[in-house]
DNA sequence: TATTGTTATACTCTATAACTATA
DNA sequence: TATAGTTATAGAGTATAACAATA
């Protein structure tokens, strides 16, 4: 209503929610939830990463994640290790476990999520990316304005 | 890793959580979750909707939707009404204070959000809108394969 | 003093399944 | 029998703020 922006969003959350719905299924068949998921697929390949990073990369705030963390952990599948060059942080890895979860989950994941991607050529990837790129660097760019009229970064 | 579509994926999440988070701001001052506030936004200008409705649009299942009206019920922003041509089903409709709320919370939200769209032109729109909806069509469409090997279709 | 991660609180969403009342 | 919505259960994510250890 009014404006056009809103069609977009819609669109957008369609889609991010139809492909996490046709995607949760093979998800949780391994008791993952999507956070915990995607945890899993943002350590895999990785000598591990901290709270902060892990936070940065999953938009999870750090309170959040020592809970989503925790269950990982009692699962197995992710382990704490200290960090030496700071004491405070530590490093959050798979553990075998977790790896041997990250190669066989991760990629049935992905090939099921695949199908709904099934006719798309490179130019097409292309169109997709382009447009969302561009939303993102929006996203990312200083200066929008709080309902209050503060901008962010006047409020932490 | 490997497949092509993860990074549109991520684009997408990235892009959607981006939205919600920069217009959390305002719809939290106003004492509303995003599943709530959907539902307001969604009943806005409609003369009351049936839960079936409700969730087909929200993707919210019914046990869920039941919870959600609830607490909006609570705040008197919705009512339930009887409907008159199948007595099992209700339609939910904003009540007087649920109206203001709309025409109030709404148009400042959309009016923040719109911040991120400031130097679109309509042919990014329709750039972006084009690219969406391609991927919902795949979502809708049917024959997709579940990991099990069965179509959706079959499992219920 | 600032930062990293933990803990505690309280609420909300979610999936699932059994249940009721209508159809 | 099937459908619309409710209830019950159990788990998980969320924001927030106070807290400990370290920087």
Do not use: W
């Not at 046709?22 to 998800?27: G, I, Q, R």
């Not at 999520?113 to 447009?131: C, S, V």
């Amino acid at each position: 209503m009014g404006e056009r922006y809103l069609k977009s969003v819609r669109l957008l959350a369609e889609c991010l929610q139809g492909f996490e719905r046709f995607v949760a299924e093979p998800v949780r068949r391994h008791g993952l939830t999507h956070p915990q998921f995607d945890i899993i697929a943002t350590l895999g390949n990785t000598p591990g990463m901290t709270y902060k990073e892990l936070g940065e990369r999953t938009l999870i705030t750090k309170g959040t994640l020592t809970g989503v963390i925790d269950r990982l952990e009692q699962k197995g599948l992710v382990e704490r290790a200290r960090n030496c060059d700071d004491k405070r942080s530590f490093l959050v890895r798979l553990t075998a476990d977790g790896e041997s979860l990250f190669r066989n989950v991760f990629p049935a994941v992905v090939a099921h999520g695949k199908q709904l991607f099934a006719d798309y050529g490179d130019g097409d990837f292309e169109q997709l990316d382009h447009a969302l790129r561009r939303l993102r660097t929006r996203l990312d760019a200083p200066g929008l304005v709080t309902p209050g009229g503060h901008v962010p970064a006047d409020e932490g």
